[in-house]
């Protein structure tokens, strides 16, 4: 009879995650993921393989937890211009107030890791992607509702929407004044024709 598993791989990941999270991949030693996650080294490798596949894990799981979170309002079909907005606000209140001044994983990753790692940059592709589909669907849900310019390229606009939203994490990791991360933001969705609005805090808790 097979031993059962000693550990709770779920939440091992999480542990790996939040490790890689703030220290980077080339800056975090297996022993330190055996010390953080509480399980052996052979226990890391038989249910996730070596440290570059428990890290491609890792992206996978901020992208499923962080990122979803960010990004829920747009997840659904009849998204539009409001829900853009509060996207955008949510990522500024959590920059601003919470633990991404440590940044965001991905674009930790983009900088880090993915020059010269094939897995990392195809993971980033498809997160890049899969975000671009979600502003393009509410941009098109604006446009056909006459909330924003009739003739704009949602496409580009989205693609926009894209880079404005990493820029978020980047100008928080460097501890930028609030200021300048609110006024960017601002400038970057006027220019979509999305009016900014606030966050309700309840939202995120």
């Not at 990941?13 to 975090?28: E, H, P, V």
């Not at 428990?54 to 309002?73: A, D, G, W």
């Not at 606009?157 to 960017?184: Q, W, Y």
Request: proline share 4%; hydrophobic share 45%.
């Amino acid at each position: 009879m097979a031993r059962p598993r000693e550990f709770n791989p779920d939440e091992a990941l999480s542990r790996a995650m939040d490790l890689f999270w703030r220290k980077g991949y080339f800056d975090t030693s297996v022993d330190e993921l055996v010390k953080e996650t509480g399980v052996s080294r052979k226990g890391l490798y038989t249910v996730f393989g070596n440290k570059h596949k428990l890290y491609l894990s890792s992206l996978l799981l901020y992208r499923k937890l962080i990122v979803s979170m960010i990004m829920e309002p747009l997840d659904v079909a009849n998204a539009g211009h409001d829900e853009i907005a509060l996207t955008f606000s949510r990522a500024v209140h959590l920059a601003i107030t919470s633990r991404m001044g440590i940044g965001c994983l991905m674009c930790n990753s983009a900088l880090e890791v993915a020059p010269t790692d094939a897995d990392t940059q195809e993971i980033l592709r498809s997160h890049y992607a899969l975000l671009a589909k979600q502003f393009q669907n509410a941009l098109q849900n604006a446009q056909n509702s006459g909330q924003i310019d009739p003739l704009a390229d949602t496409e580009k606009l989205a693609n926009h929407l894209v880079g404005l939203l990493h820029t978020i994490p980047f100008f928080a990791r460097s501890r930028a004044p609030a200021k300048l991360i609110e006024d960017s933001v601002e400038v970057g969705l006027k220019a979509c024709g999305i009016k900014p609005q606030k966050v309700d805090v309840h939202m995120l808790v």
